[in-house]
Structures are given as structure tokens and as C-alpha cells.
């Protein structure tokens, strides 16, 4: 399957979607990469098993600049919680 970057339906994705394409050619895809014997989610389900995923609101996520800053923020709200208080926090 070939692909060929199109300024305009790029313009347009942005417009639609409010986040433009991404140029594959700027990416580094280049043509001799070969996917075809590929599985798409091949370690998806492994991944999702060992893994919980939180969504942050962007004005929160602006705060952190790594997976780390958020843990250590959660883990001191945790620490000042009174024992068995699931409710407060």
C-alpha cells in the first residue's frame, strides 16, 4: 500500500480534528521499512494487563513533565491521607 503526503487533506485533518498530520516523509518512514508481516496489537493485551492508564485533564498534565512527577505527587497526597481514608484526598 503506498501513501502520498497531500498538504490540503492535511490542512483539512487540522481544520476537522484540530491536530495536523503527520508528515510521514518528516517522520523518517521511509519506504524500504517493510510492516507487512506485522500484527497490529501483538503485546497490547499484555501491556494492558500490567498497566493502568489514567487520562489527565491538560492543565494538569502542563504541571508534570514526567511519568515520575506525577507518581511522587500521588504517592505524598497518599502519604498525607489518615489511615482506611479511602474517601478524602
Do not use: C
Not at 33 to 52: H, M, N
Not at 60 to 69: G, I, L, M, S
Amino acid at each position: 500500500m503506498e501513501f502520498e503526503w497531500d498538504p490540503g487533506k492535511a490542512a483539512e485533518n487540522e481544520q476537522k480534528h484540530g491536530e495536523p498530520m503527520k508528515n510521514p516523509e518528516a517522520d523518517g518512514i521511509r519506504e524500504e521499512y517493510e510492516f507487512s508481516g506485522g500484527v497490529r496489537g501483538k503485546y497490547a493485551e499484555s501491556f494492558a494487563a500490567g498497566s493502568d492508564v489514567v487520562v489527565l485533564d491538560p492543565d494538569v498534565a502542563a504541571e508534570f513533565n514526567t511519568r515520575q512527577a506525577v507518581n511522587d505527587a500521588l504517592r505524598e497526597q497518599l502519604n498525607r491521607k489518615p489511615a482506611g481514608d479511602k474517601e478524602s484526598g
